[in-house]
């Protein structure tokens, strides 16, 4: 084999080597594309986001709120949350010692 041969085939494997182990090392690359703030907002998203309020029904006698389409009325559970009051438009929430409110996304209606 020529020199020339040899060294194409040297340069060759010294510039595959380094690639193909980069590849195998399992460690994913950083986006360059993705904002840097996604990151930390994504591991303080609220608990609460898993809860959707649905409707608040007012009476005379009693208070309900939907949640994800489940009728509860004050201490009523869903999931690990605890229904802790029920407003016009709000009502709040208990998660593993933490409260949250939860909006209506319209303005309510009231109907008699």
Same mark, same amino acid.
């Given at each position: 084999?020529?020199?020339?041969?040899v060294?194409?085939?040297?340069? @060759?494997?010294?510039?595959?080597?380094?690639?193909?182990c980069g590849?195998?090392?399992?460690?994913?690359?950083?986006d360059?594309?993705?904002p840097s703030?996604v990151?930390?907002?994504?591991?303080s &998203?609220?608990?609460a986001?898993?809860?959707?309020?649905?409707?608040?029904?007012? @009476? =005379?006698?009693r208070?309900?709120?939907?949640?994800n389409?489940?009728s509860? #009325?004050? @201490?009523?559970?869903?999931g =690990? #949350?605890?229904?802790?009051r029920?407003?016009? =438009?709000? &009502?709040?929430?208990?998660? @593993?010692g933490?409260?949250?409110?939860?909006?209506?996304?319209? #303005?309510p209606? &009231?109907?008699?």
């Amino acid at each position: 084999m020529s020199e020339r041969l040899v060294s194409g085939i040297i340069a @060759g494997l010294l510039i595959l080597v380094p690639l193909t182990c980069g590849a195998s090392s399992g460690a994913s690359l950083p986006d360059p594309t993705r904002p840097s703030s996604v990151s930390t907002q994504e591991s303080s &998203v609220s608990p609460a986001r898993r809860f959707q309020l649905d409707s608040i029904l007012v @009476g =005379d006698q009693r208070r309900r709120a939907v949640i994800n389409g489940i009728s509860l #009325a004050k @201490g009523g559970q869903l999931g =690990d #949350a605890t229904l802790v009051r029920i407003g016009m =438009d709000r &009502v709040l929430i208990e998660i @593993g010692g933490q409260q949250y409110t939860l909006e209506l996304d319209s #303005a309510p209606s &009231v109907r008699r």
